[in-house]
Every structure is written in structure tokens, then in C-alpha cells.
């Protein structure tokens, strides 16, 4: 058994888990299966619904308990109740009259004089911002139904003052979000002010109308969006070690509402139901990134619960009146990226290799809900096919939803594959067969090369926002490693010209001002570029490394004899600077540095750090965010 357990990391070994709710048979999925799905046995589409105590202890059915729910709406006279009478939707109306005025324990007291609604912009840019959310946010979250809330937000616009506090704290957290995703220029030029001032001015007024609408206890759907999407507003200026314990919060809320369960989200009608799941997978995977940028083990990408990922559908085929759930369309629809992402999601949660980084006994929790490839058939290539068959092979590279979900489908993949890699052979570099470094090194300049085209193109500038805090750091952390093992070869050209890209598109704008974090980042990629040029003896080195190079030592304030002058390190790119955080430190630290011989720069002396060895989680990210 336990053979078997610790060798199911790899491609067509032993473990199969796979993401029950996207490969498994699903009842509401049209046509037919795609390639590579054959062979796929399922279990329950659910784990089952949880028990209510407050049932168990009344010995009452849920139909009655419903009836309770209903009475607690309308029964305010709680002086005449019984213990008979006292159900979980009582009880917490009760406690809401006990227990007023404690959303200040969070937040604080509110900075705010006045109505917050004298807080809303003008009616024209209320529906620019709403159009910049529309077009840069909602269709990567898909937490809200354009449709449906475009039309009450064209109401709420002609009288901010009467609107529902749920929706005016959605407002303002849209407001907040559509203005991490444009750049300062586009800011000022829209709206006349700093992108800074507006967006303070707005999350405060978020945070007063969350507190408004009691979001600590709220069960509304609307609520808890607002309050993620204010979260994933702060997220550029906030400690990832703060950021975390706030989705706690906003996981807890989810729990009480019960999204993360299929069987009670079964009970809403159709339309509440694909909501509450897009909105589950949206903070499931927000989170989980925050979670590699603060404590891995603390993420709740874990099998542990059984919502299905988003129905491939377009937003105008769900709504409100609807009472059929429908088909999942062969076709690429406006949920394309939030279905890619949520079965890759569902693929890693089942997965041992991840669980063996959060909590090995869930891979029991896993074994047991998982669905099963063929013995002989390979769970990662299965996952790709299915994607590729399913949604990729639909998409076009000249739209901006279809080539950001290519890509970061490819990066994800690679990314698998590369701490796949690492996992097995954890060993020093210096230690690995030569395969074993190729097979490492080709899956880390694959997320390097993704990343660039990612950042690259004109066609995600307004996904960016989302893009650049997925810096492929443990890549560069291989890379580097192996170019100062293996200085030289056609491994290396291939090393320098892929970092040399992305450099170009990710650092090249970034202002050399005194970043610890860049700083370090640097030293680490010039001692590679010194062992390099020491070991060629004055070789032609490559003139795309030697701008990189260049610019690096241009930002650190060192001479460049490598660069004759400035010109030749500017390097033109599309794209704008953006933070370097950790990512994927949900992997074990890597082996430090072999400390065999290798070239050092005498220049660095006091920027040698030990990167490789430190607690990555323990900095402070804010010095790198530099987009806002």
C-alpha cells in the first residue's frame, strides 16, 4: 500500500485521481465523450449531503426544517417561542438581535462621514468602470451574470440612494477591481484622477458598505462577491501573510452558505446554483495562489468537498427564469477560462503529489472520491487531451479569452510536469543524471516560454492583473542552478534565450530603484552569466543575453563591460513591468546550490545571498507591485 501511494506522482503510474466533477460521466453534459475519455470509470457525483444537526436533534426531515426557515423570515415575536420551535435559522436570527455592532472587530471603526452613497462616481464613469470590469475581470472570475447585473446596476445609476446595501457593496467592489486592472495613464486619462487616490476613496467606501450589509453574517450570494472581490482589489498593496486569514474569512462564509457542497447547491434553482459554483471556484483558486505566496498548507484546494467546476455555457444560456440546467456546449463559450482553470483545479486536488505538500492523509479523502483512468492509460496525458479535445481545439489565438486560456493552460500543464520533476528527484542537480536535469530544465523554460507569451502579447493587456503575480520563480531557481552546473552547451543557448525573452517583458521597465528582492533576484542570474562568459574563454556569448545582462548590471548601478552602451540594453517589448512573486511554493524548498566550484562575480559580494535556501514566504511581496 504504501508503495503504491508514494508512486502515484508520476505520468501512467499508480495514481489516477483526477477531478471527479470535470472527467468523470456527468448526467448534464451534451454530445458526445471527447478523445482520451473513454476509458474513464465514475463514482458519485457528489460525496453527499451533510447532516443538519438541528434536524437530527428534532428528528424532523429537511422539508421541515424549510418550513422553519420560511417561519424565521416572517416570525419576529421570538418572546413566544419554544424549545420546539428553536431550528438553525431561528437560532440565527436570534443571535443576530444578541449580537449587534461587531463588524468593527475586523475592520475596524469606519473612516467614513456621511452616506457612502455620495461615494459613487458619476453616471458616466459608473458604466466606464463597469465596462472595464466587463472586459478585463468578470470573464477570468465569472463571479457575476452580466446580464442580469448590468441591468440593475443601469437602474441602481439613476438613484444611487435607494439601492439594496448588497448591491451597492458589489458596486464599489467592482469599482475597485476594474481599477487594479488598467494602468496609471489609462486612470488619469479616463477619470481625471491618480489611479491611488481613487482606488483608497473606493475600497474604503467597499469596506463601510460591507459592514452595511452585515457580510460577517450575511448568507446573500452578492455579499460574499463583494467581499471577494474587494479582496482580490487589495491583493497588489497587501502582505500576502495578511491577505490570507482575510479569505479565511470570506471560506467560512462560503462554508456556513454551504457553496461548497453540490448536494445542498442542487436545491437553489439552476441559475443560483452555477452562480454559487463559479463564485466557490473563483475564490478556491484566488486562494490557493495566496496561499503558495503565504503558507501552502493553509490552501483549501483539497478533496474534501465536491462542488462541480462551471458549466461551459454562455452567460445569456443561464438565467434566473430557467428551470433545466443547460448542456455543456462543445463549443468555446464566455466561461472558457473559468472551466479550463477549474479542471486543472479539480485534477490537482485529487492529485498525490500535491496533497503530499498540504496533508498526506487527505489522499485517502482522494482515493475515494476520485474517477479512474484505465490502468493503462496516463492520468496527466488524459487531463491535457480532454482539455485540448474539449476546449482547446475551439479556440483562436487572435481572441483574447481563447489565447490567455491556451496559454495558461500549457503554463499549468508545465508547471505540473516541472514539480512533478522535482518531487522525484529532489536530489542536488549536481547529483541527477543528465536526463533527469534535461527532463527538469525543458518543463522550466516551457513555463518560462508560456509566461512570456502571456505577457507578450497586446491581446492580455487587460489580464495582466491576473498574469503578473504568477511569476514562474521555482523556473528560474532550476535554471539558474544548471547554468552555473552546465555553463555551457545547447542547453544553455536555449536557457539564456528563453529567460532573455521573458526578461524582456517582465523586468526591462522596472525602475532600478534600491528593490532588496530584484537585487537578489539579479545576483543569482549574473554569478550564471559570469560562469558562462569565464567558461567560453571570450567566445561570442549571444547578443540577446548580453542586453539582459546588461540591463541588470544598469539597474544594479555596475559597470557593463559586456553592454558597450546603454542603447544596446534597451530592449522595445509590449507589456509592462510587474511584481516578482514567489510562485508554486507549494513544492519542497529546493537543494540549495551545489557548493562545488562555480564562477562568482567579485561585484556581488555583498548581494550574495542565500536565495535559494530562504523562507520565501517570510517577504514582504508589496516591495515588487509595482502595477498596483
Known sequence: MEAEETSGYADGQSSKSIGQAYLGTREDVGGGQPAGAGNIKSKDQTLGEVKNFWDAMHQRSPDDARGDTEKAKIDNNFGNSTFDDLSEPVIVKVWGRVYEGDHNHIFGPSKINGPISSLHPSHVHIFRLWQIYSDNINPLLKVTHAPTLQARILDAAVDVTGISRELEALMFSIYCVALISIEEEACRKTFGEPKAKLLKKYQAACHQALINCGFLRSRERDCLTAFFLYLVSLRPDTHPHSLSPMFAIAFRIAYRMNIANESANAKHGVFEAEMRRRLWWALILYDSRISEMSDYKTTQLIPTWDCKIPANVNDFDVRPEISTRPLDQEASTEALFAVVRGAIGDFIRHNALHLDFINPMLKHVAKATQHLFDPYDDNLHGLESIIESRHLKHCTFENPLHYITIWWARYYLAKYRFLLHCSQHSRSPADQTLEQRDAILSHALRMLECDTALMSSPLTKGYRWLIQFHFPFPAYVRIVQDLRLRPVGAHADKAWESMNANYAVRFIDMEPSANLLFKMFASTVLQ?????????????????????????????????????????????????????????????????????????????????????????????????????
Do not use: C
Request: charged letters at 20%.
Open 528 to 628: 550564471a552569466w559570469t560562469a558562462r562568459h569565464a567558461a567560453m574563454f571570450g567566445e561570442g556569448l549571444g547578443e540577446g543575453p548580453e542586453r539582459m545582462i546588461g540591463d541588470i548590471k544598469k539597474k544594479l548601478g555596475q559597470p557593463s563591460p559586456l553592454v558597450p552602451t546603454a542603447d544596446d540594453a534597451v530592449i522595445p517589448i509590449q507589456g509592462h513591468m510587474v511584481m516578482l512573486p514567489p510562485s508554486d511554493i507549494h513544492i519542497p524548498a529546493v537543494t540549495g546550490l551545489d557548493s562545488g566550484n562555480y564562477f562568482q562575480d567579485p561585484s556581488l559580494a555583498e548581494l550574495n545571498t542565500e536565495l535559494f535556501d530562504m523562507d520565501w514566504s517570510n517577504i514582504d511581496w508589496t516591495m515588487m507591485s509595482g502595477l498596483g
